[in-house]
């Protein structure tokens, strides 16, 4: 596991540090690196190839600016779409402020709690499931800009064309990521047999669809997105999500 902790603070960064250690050898983490950062320039200089072992614990202020974390958990995101992010911070009345910057942060911790060694550990313990349920699931494999990712078949909910790029395609995750590929949807559809091609500019997931919508000609996901389905497709996606 690689965790990046940003904190301006040295003896919080130790005092983190600490935790974490003692964290792991309670779960039983097999490999542990911890990168310690005092700005966000200097982690921006250090972020790794996109990995679900990678884990950022970030604080909100640093150098006096209280959304500094926020702003590099946005760079964080777009070069690492598999990474946990967690928050650790005294202004807890940022929580809500989070969820509008669409990160995917796994948890916010106050510092004020007094609680925040057992708050890390379960957060280690659902991202240590999460890196061991992940070796043994399918993976899609795609590149991105910056390295070749991969991703569980089951994350995925479906594939829209991209109509500004006709050699690229749009991945939608479960968790509401729009992650642009190197892929046209044609060559998804060739290619990838699990997904359902219900509709000329989208490919489907059917194991992600709650049911179909006849009424707006729509699938409906678990998560909550839809996607057009071509009214000639709905019953043969109604029986595939039915089987």
């Known amino acids: 596991m690689n965790v990046f902790i940003l904190e301006d603070d040295h003896n919080q960064q ?5 935790m974490i250690e003692k964290i792991s050898r309670e779960i039983s983490v097999n490999e542990l690196k911890i ?18 072992e990678n884990v950022f614990i970030l604080d909100l202020e640093i150098s006096g600016i209280k959304t500094a974390g926020l702003e590099i958990s946005r760079v964080i ?12 911070t005294v202004h807890d009345e940022f929580v809500y402020t989070t969820y509008k910057y669409r990160v995917s ?13 057992e708050e890390l550990k379960q957060d280690f313990i659902h991202i240590q499931k999460e890196v061991q349920t992940a070796a043994t ?12 990712v991969q991703i569980p078949y089951k994350d995925i909910c479906y594939f829209e064309a991209n109509h500004n790029n006709t050699h690229s395609s749009i ?7 729009g992650i642009q590929l190197n892929y046209n949807l044609r060559t998804l559809a060739k290619n990838e047999k699990r997904f359902f091609r219900g509709h000329r500019s989208y490919l489907i997931n059917p194991q992600q669809v709650k049911h179909v919508d006849f009424l707006h000609h729509q699938a409906v996901f678990y998560n909550g997105l839809v996607c057009p389905v071509s009214r000639r497709h709905e019953k043969e996606l109604f029986k595939l999500i039915k089987s």
């Open 14 to 18: 130790r005092h983190l540090k600490t």
């Open 35 to 52: 990168n310690l950062f005092a700005s966000t320039d200097q982690l921006k200089m250090g972020l790794p190839v996109a990995s679900k």
């Open 77 to 88: 995101r777009k070069h690492d779409e598999l990474a946990s992010i967690i928050f650790i």
């Open 105 to 117: 942060a796994l948890d916010f911790i106050a510092k004020d709690r007094g609680n925040i060694q």
């Open 137 to 148: 699931e399918e993976l899609f494999t795609y590149k991105s800009y910056y390295d070749e």
């Open 171 to 177: 991945m939608y995750t479960t968790d509401n990521q």
